[in-house]
């Protein structure tokens, strides 16, 4: 998994900022050119002190600028060596240089200053006189100041941005904001994962190669005229290889790879989702022949108008039509194929997978339990194993797992073993690291009085027992009492059947071996605990779907509530209150049979629940073998899934449907 993620890093420097170099740059100028302009300032003076200068003939030139209604005045270089000027000069700062001007004065308008010079120069003789040159400036320095100002205004509204967006990367300033943040994996930075690391998935795995094969060899396909997909959409839940096969399909077909998921167009401006699309498919048409692979597409390919008040959220809306427009855009033959991953194909826009677009989805479901011990083989190849190391057993015992929780068991372990100071790992490490990846890690300093764990006992072995004698409950994998996490006391771990059908009666059972533990408690102690939380929130989940949405129940009858459709702001109950109440009353009367029907069993079996408390007391892990050493085999004949497997060597090859959760019971402290 590791590995995984440090892939995930855009590479280095695939596009400079220039635009934060010429801003730095243009600053730097603004910078200099005002220290400059400050120091040319030259002092002003008043008409007293130009008469007084007049007088003593000390001015060489004087140079009148019209547009600016002001006198520059240059004096005589022996003048400037009297004390009252040299005073002035020598506060000015430093780069003027004798050359002037030296002095300034304001006028109030020309003609004014003509007839006032007339009147200062009366007694002059003609021949001293200075003459007025006249001058037009274009104001430049007015100019540039007004530009400086806008740059700076930039430039702060910049460094705000930067800050908005999280600064860093190139994904952060204001100028690449509607670029795409896809990470490109290319020439120099390949992917190289293959077909090979991708362990199960063999479906997925023959639909994906042809896809390999278009992109390898586009002749081949519309030579017959027909056309190359455009897309194809990876479904399954989270950590089961989605990402992995589509970096497979970059590493085989030796193409550049562009990988981003779908909340990296979402951003808090207005069009730059969309703008980031453009700037992908820009992106991706001058890389062809390429894959881009968009991680969590629902992201922004939720249905439009779905979940969301009106108006709430054109800006998804817009990225996601810029998304089609995008795909409807580019030719079958320009060589680039998009491939999304999402676990919610059902939130999905229908527009998304229109033919031309996403027409293929490919499905990846959790593996079954072939699948797993492929999976475990990948991830133990560069593990150092000891002999007693049996991947059947450990594919037996992570029911329920998808691929990236398996890598995780095989870290763990690896970790477990070396602070161990073990040179290989063995299964108990395994064993260690299924627990810990299902529970969290072990409590040692919780402290659980030895009441409070003979509570646990009872109840994870009323579990137990029930399942063992409920012909259709799943069959045990293990109990734990080891308190793990902040969420369970104990478990108790089943392996599910591979089924998508259930009947009423394996429901039943469910529910009945569900309440094993809290009949147990009250069994055995009279009274009951808050450690049934979980289990009670299953059962009434299970109860009230029995009878709402599969259809169940004989007083309701042959009706679903369900609405696929359904909008998440939906409140309304499509039924009226007494059918509601009619539905409580059912649920009740299910959960009730179920509740009485595990208490009769665990009295019979009651002897059985104290030898299965006592050993869990003792070794605080109990395993499927243990059970049948202590209470004997389980009454029925069928065979349990890892019998088959192991028998049939890989015959059950169905995805598991029924996620394996352990049935853990919250501590008693979780609940007021
Ligand atoms: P997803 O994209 O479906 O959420 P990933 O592809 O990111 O899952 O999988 C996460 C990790 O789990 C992978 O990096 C890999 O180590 C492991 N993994 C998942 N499925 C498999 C598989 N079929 N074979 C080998 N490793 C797998
Ligand atoms: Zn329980």
Redesign the pocket.
């Known amino acids: 998994?590791d590995r995984?993620r440090k892939d995930k890093n855009p590479p280095k420097g695939v596009r400079p900022n220039y635009q934060m170099w010429i801003i730095l740059a243009l600053v730097a100028v603004i910078l200099g050119v005002s220290y400059f302009s400050r120091i040319s300032e030259v002092p002003e003076i008043q008409v007293s002190r130009f008469t007084d200068m007049v007088e003593r003939k000390d001015i060489k030139k004087i140079v009148l600028i019209k547009n600016e209604e002001q006198i520059e005045i240059t004096l005589k270089a022996e003048a400037l060596q009297n004390s009252i000027y040299k005073n002035d000069l020598e506060k000015r700062p430093l780069g003027l240089t004798d050359a002037g001007p030296h002095y300034r004065m304001k006028i109030g308008s020309i003609d004014k200053f003509y007839e006032q010079y007339d009147q200062i120069t009366k007694n002059i003789p003609r021949e001293q006189k200075v003459d007025i040159q006249v001058d037009n400036r274009s104001d430049y320095t007015g100019l540039f100041w007004n530009v400086a100002f806008l740059f700076l205004l930039v430039f702060g509204f910049w460094i705000l941005m930067r800050r908005m967006t999280g600064g860093g990367g190139p994904g952060g300033q204001i100028f690449n904001i509607g670029k795409s943040k896809a990470a490109l994996f290319d020439a120099e930075n390949k992917v190289k994962i293959t077909f090979e690391?991708?362990?199960?998935?063999d479906e997925a795995k023959e639909e994906i190669k042809e896809i390999v094969e278009f992109l390898k060899n586009p002749g081949k396909f519309t030579k017959l005229g027909g056309k190359i997909p455009k897309g194809a959409l990876l479904v399954?839940p989270?950590?089961?290889?989605?990402?992995?096969?589509a970096k497979a399909v970059a590493g085989e077909a030796g193409v550049p790879f562009f990988s981003l998921s779908g909340s990296d167009f979402v951003e808090m401006f207005v069009g730059v989702g969309a703008a980031r699309v453009r700037d992908l498919f820009k992106q991706a048409k001058e890389k062809a022949p390429c894959i881009v692979f968009i991680?969590e597409i629902d992201a922004i390919g939720r249905s439009r108008g779905r979940g969301s008040m009106p108006g709430a959220n054109d800006e998804r809306e817009n990225t996601l039509n810029s998304l089609l427009v995008e795909m409807d855009g580019f030719a079958t033959d320009s060589g680039v194929i998009i491939l999304a991953?999402t676990n919610r194909p059902d939130v999905l826009d229908s527009a998304l997978m229109r033919p031309g677009r996403f027409d293929r989805q490919i499905s990846?479901d959790k593996?079954d339990i072939a699948g797993r011990e492929h999976?475990f083989r990948?991830?133990l190849k560069p593990i150092k194993l000891a002999k007693d190391v049996d991947t059947k057993k450990l594919a037996a015992q992570t029911p329920g797992f998808?691929?990236?929780e398996?890598?995780n068991v095989c870290n763990e372990a690896a970790l477990i073993a070396a602070r161990r100071d073990k040179k290989e790992v063995e299964m108990q490490d395994f064993h260690d690291a299924i627990d810990r990846v299902i529970g969290g890690l072990e409590k040692k300093t919780k402290i659980i009085s030895p009441e409070e764990k003979r509570i646990v006992a009872y109840h994870e072995a009323g579990h137990a027992v029930a399942g063992w004698f409920l012909e259709h409950a799943d069959p045990l994998v293990k109990v734990s009492i080891v308190p793990r996490g902040v969420a369970a006391l104990g478990y108790a771990q089943y392996l599910p059947k591979e089924q998508f059908l259930y009947q009423t009666e394996q429901l039943m059972d469910e529910m009945s071996m569900t309440f094993g533990g809290r009949a147990a408690e009250e069994i055995v102690f009279g009274k009951i605990s808050t450690g049934a939380l979980s289990d009670l929130e299953r059962i009434t989940k299970m109860a009230y779907s029995m009878v709402t949405i599969y259809g169940m129940n004989d007083k309701i009858g042959n009706i679903s509530f369900f609405d696929s459709k359904q909008s998440e702001y939906n409140f309304n109950k499509p039924y009226s209150e007494a059918t509601a109440e009619r539905i409580d009353q059912e649920v009740k009367k299910i959960v009730d049979t179920a509740y009485d029907r595990t208490k009769q069993l665990l009295i019979l079996h009651r002897e059985h629940l104290e030898i299965i408390a006592k050993e869990l007391l003792e070794k605080e892990i109990l395993f499927q073998s243990d059970l049948e050493r202590l209470i004997g085999k389980r009454p029925f004949s069928h065979q349990t899934t890892y019998e088959k497997f192991t028998s049939a060597n890989g015959a059950a090859a169905k995805p598991e449907e029924k996620p394996a959760e352990p049935v853990a019971d919250s501590p008693a402290e979780s609940k007021a």
Do not use: Q, R
């Not at 989270?238 to 096969?245: I, R």
């Open positions: 998994m995984e690391d991708v362990a199960g998935l399954g989270p950590g089961t290889g989605k990402t992995l096969l991680d991953a990846i593996p999976i990948v991830h998808a691929g990236a398996i890598a």
